[in-house]
């Protein structure tokens, strides 16, 4: 019996990572721009096939969102990480990944831009896979 508890908890907290079965079709409408923006922000070609690609995908646990913000004088685009211990993603507008700044086993990314959480500004949510 302790066996069977032991071997249900592992797969509980493995299966918190997994992402969910449910899938939905694309929140973009026909002009190329995110219905869940919001904002009013022209987004590059680039991160509207970006949002289009992750929600074709399984909804990830957390759900993934993308934000926008300024760093060091540029747009850049922050993509957290599906789940646990993986790296988050920041891109510049051309979709070009400059680096991991944060997440990983240590939390702290790949070390390529530490100065990331100080000197970002202008946070916009610009994505949330919303799905149910």
Same mark, same amino acid.
């Given at each position: 019996?302790?066996?069977?508890?032991?071997?249900?908890?592992?797969?509980?907290?493995?299966?918190?990572?997994?992402?969910?079965?449910?899938?939905?079709?694309?929140?973009?409408?026909?002009?190329?721009?995110? #219905?869940? =923006?919001?904002?009013? *922000?022209?987004?590059?070609?680039?991160?509207?096939?970006?949002? &289009?690609? /992750?929600?074709?995908?399984? #909804?990830? =646990?957390?759900?993934? *969102?993308?934000?926008?913000?300024?760093?060091?004088?540029?747009? &850049?685009? /922050?993509?957290?990480?599906?789940?646990?211990?993986?790296?988050?993603?920041?891109?510049?507008?051309?979709?070009?990944?400059?680096?991991?700044?944060?997440?990983?086993?240590?939390?702290?990314?790949?070390?390529?831009?530490?100065?990331?959480?100080?000197?970002?500004?202008?946070?916009?949510?610009?994505?949330?896979?919303?799905?149910?």
């Amino acid at each position: 019996m302790k066996t069977f508890l032991l071997i249900l908890m592992i797969g509980g907290g493995i299966s918190n990572c997994s992402s969910s079965k449910n899938r939905s079709q694309p929140s973009v409408a026909a002009d190329g721009q995110t #219905k869940n =923006n919001g904002n009013g *922000q022209d987004l590059p070609a680039c991160v509207r096939k970006m949002i &289009v690609q /992750y929600q074709a995908e399984e #909804k990830q =646990n957390p759900p993934r *969102q993308l934000y926008s913000y300024t760093y060091k004088s540029k747009t &850049v685009y /922050y993509l957290t990480a599906p789940c646990c211990d993986f790296f988050t993603d920041l891109y510049d507008s051309n979709c070009v990944l400059i680096g991991h700044p944060d997440g990983g086993f240590t939390g702290r990314g790949d070390g390529s831009i530490t100065d990331f959480n100080e000197k970002r500004k202008d946070e916009k949510l610009i994505w949330k896979d919303d799905r149910k």
